[in-house]
C-alpha cells in the first residue's frame, strides 16, 4: 500500500529564511510524487513533480524538491522564504493507478 | 498550464434540496476526473473516480446514491447531491487527470453550506 507522511502540521520561519517542508512516502513500486500548494478558498495549484527522471525537481515560485529513495523522502525546499509563500503545502504520491494518496498537510507561516 | 474549472465557486442550500457541482477541463480532455471533500484545516479525502463514459467508482464510506456522478464528455464531470443535510456542508473539490502528462490539475473548488 502506498502512503504519504508529513512531519510537521505547521511550519513557521521568518521573511528569507530556508523553508523545509518534509515529506516520507511509502510505496511498492516506483512513485509518482508531487507537492501541491493550497491557499485559503481556493483549490490545490501543483508545485512541482516526480516522475523518475530527475532526481531533483525544480518547481514554480522557487521550490524545489529531491527524491531520495534510499530515505523514502521528497522534502520540499526553498532557499528564501517570501511573504507570499504563506499556505498548505499537501504532499502526494500515486502508484501510476490514477489516484492520489495526500498527506495530512503543512501549514506554512512566514512571519516578517 | 492546464486549467479546471468549477462551477459555482460557493452554494447555500436548504436542507432536503439537491445541489449540482460541475467540473471542466478547459484546455486538454480527461477520461479520469476526481472528486474530493475536504473539512476545515484538513487533508483532501478522495471520495470518488469519473470516468468518462461508465459508471463511477465510489471510496469505501461514500454514498453513491446520494453524491451522483456523471461524466458525460471529455471535458465535463459532475457532482450532484442530493437531499442534501446540513453534515453534507464542506468544500468540494474536483480534479481532472491529463494523460500526457500524468498529473492531476485541480479546479479552484465549490463551498457547500446546508442550512
Known amino acids: 500500500a502506498q502512503s504519504v507522511t508529513q512531519l510537521g502540521s505547521h511550519v513557521s520561519v521568518s521573511e528569507g529564511a530556508l523553508v523545509l517542508l518534509r515529506c516520507n512516502y511509502s510505496?511498492?513500486?516506483?512513485?509518482?510524487l508531487f507537492w501541491y500548494v493550497q491557499y485559503p478558498n481556493q483549490g490545490l495549484q501543483l508545485l512541482l513533480k516526480?516522475?523518475?527522471?530527475?532526481?531533483l525537481v525544480k518547481g514554480i515560485n522557487g521550490f524545489e524538491a529531491e527524491f531520495k529513495k534510499s530515505e523514502t523522502s521528497f522534502h520540499l525546499t526553498k532557499p528564501s522564504a517570501h511573504m507570499s509563500d504563506a499556505a498548505e503545502y499537501f504532499c502526494a504520491v500515486t502508484p501510476r493507478s490514477d489516484k492520489l494518496i495526500f498527506g495530512t498537510g503543512t501549514r506554512l507561516q512566514v512571519f516578517p | 498550464g492546464a486549467v479546471v474549472s468549477q462551477h459555482p465557486s460557493w452554494v447555500i442550500c436548504k436542507s432536503g434540496t439537491s445541489v449540482k457541482i460541475e467540473c471542466r477541463s478547459l484546455d486538454f480532455q480527461a477520461t479520469t476526473m476526481f472528486w474530493y471533500r475536504q473539512f476545515p484545516k484538513q487533508s483532501l479525502m478522495l471520495m470518488a473516480t469519473s470516468n468518462e463514459g461508465s459508471k463511477a467508482t465510489y471510496e469505501q464510506g461514500v454514498e453513491k446514491d446520494k453524491f451522483l456522478i456523471n461524466h458525460a464528455s471529455l471535458t465535463l464531470s459532475t457532482l450532484t447531491v442530493t437531499s442534501a443535510h446540513p453534515e453534507d456542508s464542506s468544500f468540494y473539490i474536483c480534479?481532472?487527470?491529463?494523460?500526457?502528462?500524468?498529473?492531476?490539475?485541480f479546479g479552484p473548488g465549490t463551498r457547500l453550506t446546508v442550512l
Open positions: 516526480y516522475t523518475s527522471a530527475a532526481t
Open positions: 480534479s481532472a487527470r491529463d494523460h500526457n502528462t500524468d498529473t492531476q490539475y
Open positions: 510505496s511498492s513500486v516506483p512513485p509518482y
